[in-house]
Nanobody
Framework: QVQLQESGGGSVQSGGSLRLSCAAS????????MGWFRQGLGSEREGVAT??????THVADSVKGRFTISRDNANTLSLQMNSLKPEDTAMYYC?????????????????????WGQGTQVTVSS
């Protein structure tokens, strides 16, 4: 049974940093595309960053240069968030695909990710 559990959210001031982690179980996460998505209050969920099975990463333009996605090990995904802004306030979700996506991983299409964590809240105050 595939399970994803996020941690590391919290409240920080503008300009601060947070590191989110996602612990995957029930499969070998490093073999497949994984990603981070977020949903702010009253907003649609949006893709933040993805990492493919070959290690290639893609980040949304809104967080480029500030957020970094990485794998700590075969079953742990991380999102290092620096220079946080109030507009980064959202619930952050870890998502996983158990299909080979290839270059589609960078598209951050929610439909390609059938497995989701419960989310972790990030709040950035000005």
């Amino acid at each position: 049974q595939v399970q994803l559990q996020e941690s590391g959210g919290g409240s920080v001031q503008s300009g601060g940093s947070l590191r989110l982690s996602c612990a995957a179980s029930g499969y070998t996460a490093s073999r497949y595309c994984m990603g981070w998505f977020r949903q702010g209050l009253g907003s649609e969920r949006e893709g933040v960053a993805t990492i493919a099975s070959d290690g290639r990463t893609h980040v949304a333009d809104s967080v480029k240069g500030r957020f970094t996605i990485s794998r700590d090990n075969a079953n742990t995904l991380s999102l290092q968030m620096n220079s946080l802004k109030p507009e980064d306030t959202a619930m952050y979700y870890c998502a996983a695909s158990l299909s080979y996506l290839g270059s589609r991983c960078r598209n951050m299409n929610e439909g390609d990710f059938p497995y989701w964590g419960q989310g972790t809240q990030v709040t950035v105050s000005s």
